[in-house]
């Protein structure tokens, strides 16, 4: 169970956090199935439960294999991905632990190949958004809970969100 309805009791930060998503999902380049990769990969560095399993459900729905979103808690050992992913995956790693490298030159440099500047920008502001909710997830106890909703081909995990309520 939460420890508190975090939601409700500051929706205006709780709205800020959402406005910030919004803006990410609708006025920025970056691909869906990028920035699921790099919410999933912010979400196992910062053990929130509740965001790994929302955004593995988000990756399945833009039909990622099973594999592939398994094979992002070890991406640098798998051949899943492409040097663009790669390079965000470097960066979600790089700007989420900010206090072990302090994000350095190589780093800036390595992802800077693959991404223009605002995209690199919008990026950070991803990695940015997902952090703020993965603290709020796993300083409230944010519970992930899937259901099991069958449709006529095949049974689809439904979301039960205990974080909003």
């Given at each position: 169970?939460?420890?508190?309805?975090?939601?409700?009791?500051?929706?205006?930060?709780?709205?800020?956090?959402?406005?910030?998503?919004?803006?990410?999902?609708?006025?920025?380049?970056?691909?869906?199935?990028?920035?699921?990769l790099v919410y999933l990969r912010a979400s196992q560095l910062n053990g929130?439960?509740?965001?790994?399993?929302?955004?593995?459900?988000?990756?399945?729905?833009?039909?990622?294999?099973?594999?592939?979103?398994?094979?992002?808690?070890?991406?640098?050992?798998?051949?899943?991905?492409?040097?663009?992913?790669?390079?965000?995956?470097?960066?979600?790693?790089?700007?989420?632990?900010?206090?072990?490298?302090?994000?350095?030159?190589?780093?800036?440099?390595?992802v800077n190949e693959f991404f223009a500047e605002k995209?690199?920008?919008?990026?950070?502001?991803?990695?940015?958004?997902?952090?703020?909710?993965?603290?709020?997830?796993?300083?409230?106890?944010?519970?992930?809970?899937?259901?099991?909703?069958?449709?006529?081909?095949?049974?689809?995990?439904?979301?039960?969100?205990?974080?909003?309520?």
């Open positions: 169970m939460s420890r508190l309805p975090y939601p409700k009791l500051a929706p205006g930060g709780y709205s800020a956090l959402q406005s910030l998503g919004h803006y990410i999902n609708t006025e920025t380049a970056l691909e869906p199935v990028l920035l699921g929130c439960g509740y965001c790994i399993g929302l955004h593995s459900q988000e990756l399945r729905k833009h039909h990622e294999p099973d594999s592939r979103i398994d094979a992002v808690a070890d991406w640098r050992g798998s051949d899943a991905f492409t040097p663009r992913e790669r390079a965000a995956l470097a960066w979600t790693e790089a700007v989420t632990d900010v206090n072990a490298s302090h994000v350095s030159d190589e780093e800036y440099a390595a995209d690199l920008v919008d990026l950070t502001f991803a990695i940015a958004n997902i952090n703020a909710w993965n603290r709020m997830g796993v300083a409230f106890r944010a519970e992930w809970k899937a259901k099991v909703v069958a449709n006529a081909e095949t049974a689809v995990p439904a979301a039960v969100e205990t974080a909003a309520e």
